[in-house]
């Protein structure tokens, strides 16, 4: 896994810890941060952690 696939966890990841921040002083935005902050972290580990890529385009190809 190289540095650059983990950039948008890494960014995920800030964006949660500053809507925890940010829910101290405008609690509205902080629960819209956070919601973004688990949206982007959940796809990157649905696209990444899931079926492999390779054995869906397989599949698709009709090669299995």
Known sequence: MTQQTLYPVLIGLFDLGFAGLLLLIAPVLGVMMGAIGMLVVGT?????????HTESASRIAGDV
């Open 44 to 52: 990157y580990l649905v696209q990444h952690i899931g079926v492999s």
